[in-house]
């Protein structure tokens, strides 16, 4: 059954039981239960229609930002800016295809040399340092980061706002060839919207960090600015300095509840607002029995976190697992190393990371076809799960390539087991539908040094791996 098809009928079962309490009690007064509804909103209802609405966001978005680090890291390009921008219809076919793949609204790379715009259609135009609408690369370009997350309007359609993953791309010394990334259509964010309010009767709308209103469903009244709204005059410094917080006002001699957060990847705040007596089902709690409404309290709160639990369990599988292979997927991964390379200079242990990249595999996929070259993935990736220990991270990094991380590993026992594998491999009859091959991979190693940050350690052992394939593959490289 489909997710919203389930919450909808748990939304159902949550409401019965609601009422089946309702109508078994008569002695609540009517501010107890007012102030009981107060607090329903306030603890639950608001909050749940946050955290939903934000969950919906984060899948959207941060499948583009896997997609944008891919195209930065991905050879073709770096090849391709490398020698000159000589054809630009082979990178506007691959941002095309790019496009088509993953269903993005737009994609794009922006030489640094010649600061040509190229898009998915075509060469769109050169960026340029004087002109105001063209700020947004010179800053990403000195950013920090490796990407960013801004909105912006699409050049062929000016009226139409995106969401744009611009990510850094760099060469193999490390040098700056320019950026690189997708874009994703706000729509799929005012769906999301019109989608809440007409279901919950709440208000959403969503509020730059300083303070303007960026977007909102169609029913939208008012200032565009916060500190210039009804109710919000007060609370508009506290919204804009805390990730999340909660408060209610007054308009119209009625009450209106607000809950609000802050959204990190888009540096926008998530704003959902109701009225205290907008749900009528529970106008009713004035009849709630204390007894009754404690007990079916508990058994909803109980079925409610049960469901979610399942549910968020779900969106991570789905946000975590490469769904060819079943291993932890690139966004996975960055987390683990994170933490693991931590705990290793914090406790000085020995942490070993591997990159690996089964050598000629295009040509698996031309001469026998994409399926079959899936079909040798998640072999080679059963060989890992069964090979690698317990404690260790696996993990497909993209394409035919695959990073693991050994925690409390030092160099010698690392290499061993890269020397064991590819005798494994090598040995190994990687079966297809119609024939049986042979398979080699190339390997970099890298030990973690003292005081390494995560991205020195990847671009080394990325440096490592490009060696080996540059010596002829079938072989380890460790630097």
């Given amino acids: 059954m489909p997710i919203n098809h389930r919450k909808n009928d748990m939304l159902w079962v949550f409401a019965a039981l609601l009422l089946l309490g309702f109508s078994v009690t008569s002695f609540f007064s009517y501010f107890t239960a007012k102030a009981a509804h107060r607090e329903t909103i306030k603890l639950s209802t608001l909050p749940l229609t946050s955290d939903n609405i934000y969950s919906e966001i984060q899948r959207d978005i941060l499948p583009t930002v896997v997609i944008s680090s891919l195209m930065a890291q991905d050879t073709f390009v770096r090849d391709w800016a490398l020698s000159g921008e000589q054809d630009p219809a082979l990178i506007t076919r691959y941002l095309n295809s790019i496009q088509e793949k993953y269903q993005t609204e737009t994609a794009f790379f922006i030489s640094d040399r010649s600061l040509r715009y190229y898009h998915s259609t075509t060469v769109l135009r050169y960026v340029d ?10 800053r990403a370009k000195d950013m920090a980061e490796d990407f960013e997350i801004n909105v912006d309007s699409d050049f062929l359609t000016a009226q139409k706002r995106n969401f744009f993953v611009n990510h850094k791309m760099f060469d193999y010394q490390d040098s700056f060839l320019g950026i690189i990334g997708v874009g994703l259509a706000t729509d799929t964010i005012s769906n999301l919207i019109e989608n809440y309010q007409q279901k919950f009767n709440r208000q959403v709308f969503f509020v730059s960090s300083n303070g303007e209103v960026v977007m909102h469903g169609k029913n939208f009244a008012g200032a565009t600015i916060l500190n210039q709204r009804p109710g919000y005059r007060e609370q508009a410094a506290v919204i804009l300095n805390q990730a999340t917080t909660d408060f209610s006002y007054q308009i119209n001699g009625e009450q209106m509840m607000v809950t609000t957060r802050y959204i990190p990847e888009l540096d926008w705040y998530l704003l959902v607002e109701e009225r205290a007596a907008s749900q009528p089902i529970l106008t009713r709690s004035l009849w709630i029995n204390l007894a009754f409404s404690l007990l079916i309290s508990m058994v909803v709160l109980w079925l409610t976190r049960i469901t979610l639990s399942r549910y968020q369990g779900r969106l991570e599988k789905l946000a975590n697992t490469d769904s060819l292979t079943q291993l932890d997927n690139r966004f996975a991964f960055e987390h683990k190393i994170i933490g693991a390379v931590s705990e290793a200079q914090n406790k000085q242990q020995a942490l070993c990371l591997i990159l690996v990249d089964l050598d000629h595999f295009k040509t698996i996929n031309d001469q026998y076809g994409h ?45 061993e087991f890269v020397h064991h594998l590819m005798s494994i491999v090598r040995g190994h009859a990687f079966q297809l539908k119609n024939a049986e091959i042979k398979l080699t991979f190339s390997c970099g190693l890298s030990k973690l040094k003292v005081g390494e940050q995560v991205e020195d350690l990847l671009k080394r052992t990325d440096k490592a791996l490009y060696q080996a394939k540059e010596k002829g593959r079938d072989r380890l490289v460790v630097l």
């Avoid at 340092?129 to 010179?138: G, L, T």
């Fill in 129 to 138: 340092p004087e002109k105001a609408d063209d700020d947004w690369y010179f």
């Fill in 371 to 415: 399926l079959n070259g899936d079909a040798v993935l998640k072999q080679f990736a059963a060989i890992l799960k069964a090979r690698m220990p317990s404690e260790c991270v696996t993990c497909r990094w993209g394409g035919e390539e695959f990073i693991l991380l050994m925690p409390d590993t030092d160099l010698l026992a690392a290499e």
